[in-house]
């Protein structure tokens, strides 16, 4: 009898009702509440006020403050995003971005757009830097560094919004004392054939005997850099990701793989079929390139690794 009533009672709720409350237990609530900048921040201000004691103050070129003048402490955070025809998205991920602490300036890139990138952008909260013609690939973050006021630089791209959740980690790691914290991103390796581009982000962290990062590099998004690491890395290296990061690595830099955003995944797919080589993997290839062909001009033609019992000069 009490199981007919049960069956009766919700026999009685409309199909509304009772779809809410089966999908209701699935959802997973918002942490960001509505309006434009009423947000729920991933990293408390207080936590921020005692790790600041850790990072000296900079001025806006980089360089250190004598402590006897008077500081007016910039950002802690700048977050900086390259976009170009990103209308869709940009919105959602400059508020992500935003999300993260409350001291942040979010820095929007826009380059050869035509489209309202820069509208969304501004509406959303971000500093935008608009450029008519585009600057190409990856010279956006060299840009937006040269520009950030943030004692933390955090990279990240328009067409992943990623939550501020998975963005955090990677400045509380610089908070911490890293000085680069990459996204823990391996790549498809098990796929048959491995993409060259992720088979060349192993073989350069190998060359730089740091085979613990795997396929960790500053090509994939998101990383973040504290000021000490833009200063031993040189901002005009940023456009040149994998540069940048045999440059960390060498300069002695804290480089740690710190939490894992599966970019892969979450990147929309937009390729089409071609009869030749992807452009951009011929790019990044080419950025390797660049930085082994530094790596041996730094350490000599075996990278830094003994020649052992070899005599090359009997070899004629």
């Known amino acids: 009898m009490r ?11 409309t199909s509304k009702k009772r779809i809410r409350g089966v999908s209701g237990k699935r959802q997973i609530p918002s942490r960001r509440k509505k309006g434009i900048k009423t947000y729920s921040f991933v990293i408390p201000s207080h936590h921020l006020s005692r790790s600041m004691d850790l990072i000296t103050p900079y001025n806006l ?5 004598p402590q006897e003048r008077e500081v007016i402490r910039p950002p802690i955070l700048s977050v900086i995003i390259p976009a ?9 991920v400059v508020r992500e971005a935003a999300r ?23 509406r959303a909260g971000a500093r935008v ?14 840009v937006g560094a040269a520009a950030a006021r943030g004692q933390i630089l955090l990279f990240t791209d328009a067409d992943i919004p990623i939550p501020a959740e998975h963005l955090a980690p990677y400045v509380q790691a610089v908070l911490n004392g890293v000085d680069v914290a990459l996204n823990d991103y391996n790549g498809p390796v098990t796929r ?31 990383h973040a850099l504290s000021r000490k690491a833009l200063e031993v890395i040189d901002i005009s290296s940023l456009e040149i990701p994998p540069l940048a990061h045999a440059k960390a690595v060498l300069g002695g830099l804290r480089v740690k793989a710190v939490h894992h955003v599966p970019v892969g995944k979450w990147n929309p ?48």
């Not at 070129?61 to 403050?65: K, L, Q, R």
């Not at 170009?84 to 959602?92: C, D, K, L, V």
């Not at 993260?100 to 501004?122: F, P």
């Not at 071609?274 to 990278?303: C, F, K, M, N, Y």
Request: hydrophobic content about 35%; aromatic content about 2%; overall charge positive.
């Open 3 to 13: 199981k007919q009533r049960n069956k009766a009672r919700f026999a009685t709720k």
């Open 129 to 142: 830097l608009l450029y008519p013609e585009a600057l190409g690939h990856d010279t956006g973050r060299k």
């Open 84 to 92: 170009m025809n990103e209308e869709r998205t940009i919105a959602t």
């Open 100 to 122: 993260i602490c409350r001291d942040a300036e979010v820095l929007v890139i826009v380059n050869g757009s035509t489209d309202d990138t820069a509208g969304e952008a501004e």
């Open 192 to 222: 048959n054939p491995v993409h060259p581009v992720v088979e060349a982000k192993h073989i350069l962290n190998i060359l730089l005997s740091r085979s613990d990062l795997g396929g960790a590099s500053m090509t994939a998004i998101p």
């Open 269 to 316: 797919v937009r390729l089409k079929k071609r009869s030749s080589a992807d452009p951009l993997s011929q790019v990044v290839l080419q950025d390797h390139l660049e930085a082994i062909r530094w790596i041996t001009d730094t350490r000599g033609p075996r990278g830094g690794y003994p020649d052992l019992q070899r005599v090359r000069s009997l070899i004629r």
């Open 61 to 65: 070129v980089g360089e250190s403050v």
